[in-house]
């Protein structure tokens, strides 16, 4: 199964599988739409980006469990800017934030396509999973391209339902690297 989420008796947890804090569990809440990405989908998209991530600044537009942003901390990102639209979901991550002692790492409460509206800051690597039954891929990216939100070598993570719509592109984005996990595909783009 590409995507789970791992229950205790006190809720649900991800594991950062890599980098300092490997092995730390942390807590998230249920919310619609909420998927963390698999440890073994994890661990190939950081094998993917090992090159580029130490320094690196890194945005995590959906960020949910948090579980992509505080992975690329752990491993060594400069500053990692976790995007959460629901409030209960936003506070867990602050709360996992200041647990992990994480002073790289900012939470932000807000609606992603309306934050990219804002005056941009480039980042080098940016994490797009969004819920799948929202289909927001296309217009992210778009607004991702053209506002000024990517670095001079980017890396763009995508994930999407294998039985949805494909994310439609720009046309300067190239293709690094793409698998398929169960009913997820997912892949690496730079421009």
């Not at 609606?111 to 990219?116: R, S, T, V």
């Not at 995508?158 to 039985?163: F, G, P, R, S, T």
């Not at 592109?169 to 997912?186: D, F, H």
């Amino acid at each position: 199964m590409a995507k789970q989420r791992h229950r205790t008796g006190q809720g649900n947890q991800v594991r950062i599988i890599g980098g300092e804090h490997r092995g730390r569990r942390l807590e998230f809440p249920d919310s619609p739409g909420l998927r963390p990405t698999a440890d073994r989908t994890r661990e190939t998209l950081f094998n993917w980006l090992q090159m580029q991530l130490p320094g690196a600044r890194c945005l995590d537009l959906f960020a949910g469990s948090g579980a992509l942003g505080f992975e690329a901390a752990s491993r060594g990102a400069g500053q990692v800017t976790l995007l959460e639209q629901d409030s209960r979901v936003a506070a867990q991550l602050e709360a996992n934030r200041a647990l992990l002692g994480m002073a790289s790492v900012a939470v932000r409460q807000a609606d992603a396509i309306k934050w990219l509206d804002q005056p941009p800051e480039p980042f080098d690597i940016i994490f797009l999973d969004p819920p799948f039954a929202d289909h927001l891929l296309t217009d992210c990216c778009r607004k991702l391209d053209q506002g000024g939100w990517l670095g001079l070598d980017p890396r763009i993570y995508l994930e999407w339902d294998l039985h949805g719509p494909t994310p439609e592109l720009p046309p300067r984005w190239v293709n690094l690297k793409e698998k398929k996990a169960g009913q997820v595909a997912y892949a690496l783009y730079t421009r």
